[in-house]
């Protein structure tokens, strides 16, 4: 269905209603209920053993189970850390990890369901524009079924880990001469005159296998909602499908009350941001800026989409600085945990939500981390090493060049008081 007009149009290849307007999946649900989904917790294999087609009924009811093209994606766990209460203020935080899917972020959900569908439908080439994680999960996808996959970067400016996948998977990378946004016009544009069948989250079962997210994280706590839910913001594809979950986990029974969401954008790329401080009517397109390469987005796609999400749910948008998503990435990793910076903009949100007031530290928060630690390594060092313009590092661990001898090996020891055994 058309989420413009309305209008309704049979599954195919068709991604967009003739309006324009991005269309949406409608399922008829078969009867559903926590038993079934709760009794296919101990498949360790086969579609039921991912943590996406656990749900299949809520995901893509009418698939042929044979035709599910699946990396055992999903099954992320969820951590909490007395440093994440410290640093947030809120006493019950926790982290659901989705840089622990396959390829390292929460894109595998939305593209094991995407290849399936590209599969049912017999296309043979896939493409998507992408800020790195996207198209790394895409060309593993397409790696696994032999379909030829080209991707549109915007060149020189994704993470080494994400392109390093890209290269590896086989994908054709296209490396565009442009940002993120001219690459999605692109690929848009190109997939509409070429016959490449699109794979960015435009494409609606994307969003279908993004909503395992929200189903498998109210799952893991006894299907007990938070009271909030906080993910990073780009493209605005999760907080599509965010939204869309929960408004079927609820119409269908599964839950009693819906949690709030809170989409956290960068400072310098926050568009969804502006719409809904200023009660926009439209979004406004910018030029992005920010250090988090993952949500470098100044015309996000799925903006109608999300703004729903946010009004369903008595959601809130905040933005965050540079600054702030370095520093709670520090904080994220030196759990022991880790993760990408678009993904630590959640972590800082909820700090800043408690410190304007939205949060009360006695809310039970779950923050999403979208992309693994090893994605970017490149902002990483530079944040312990201190040259990331603008941003001062609060947690640096600045490594140290010693001479190869013991008595230097000494020396730097003693000049941090490390010496022997000691716990922190
Ligand atoms: N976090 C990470 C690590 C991402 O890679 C992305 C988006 C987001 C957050 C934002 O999610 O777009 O659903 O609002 N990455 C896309 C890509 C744009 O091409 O990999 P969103």
Redesign the pocket.
Known sequence: MCVDCGRDFELGLRLRCECGGLLEVVHEFPWVDRDLFDGRLSQRSGPYGSGVWRFKELVYPGLDVDRIVSRQEGNTSIYSHRRLTEYTGIGKVAVKHEGENPSG???DRGMTVGVSEAMRLGVSSVA????????ASLASFAATTGMNCVVFIPEGMIALG?LAQALSYGATVLQIRGD?DAAMWLVQEASAELGLYLL??VNPWRIEG?KSIIFELIQQRGWEPPDWIVL????????S?FGKALRELKSQGLIDSVPRLASIQAEGANPFYSLWAEREESLTPMEPHTVAS??K?GN?V?WKKAIRSIEETDGVVEQVSDQEIMDAKAVVDRCGIGC?P??A?SVAGARKLVDVGAIDPEDDVVCIL??NLL?DPGATVNYHTGVIEGVSPRFSNTPMVVNADLASVEEALNSLALKGSRKE
């Open positions: 972020s929460f894109k998507c524009a992408s800020t790195g994680n996207t198209s994400k993120f960015n989250s993004q990073p913001a780009g493209n605005l594809g999760n907080t499908a993952a949500i987005i996000p799925s990408e678009a993904s903009a979208t992309g994605k």
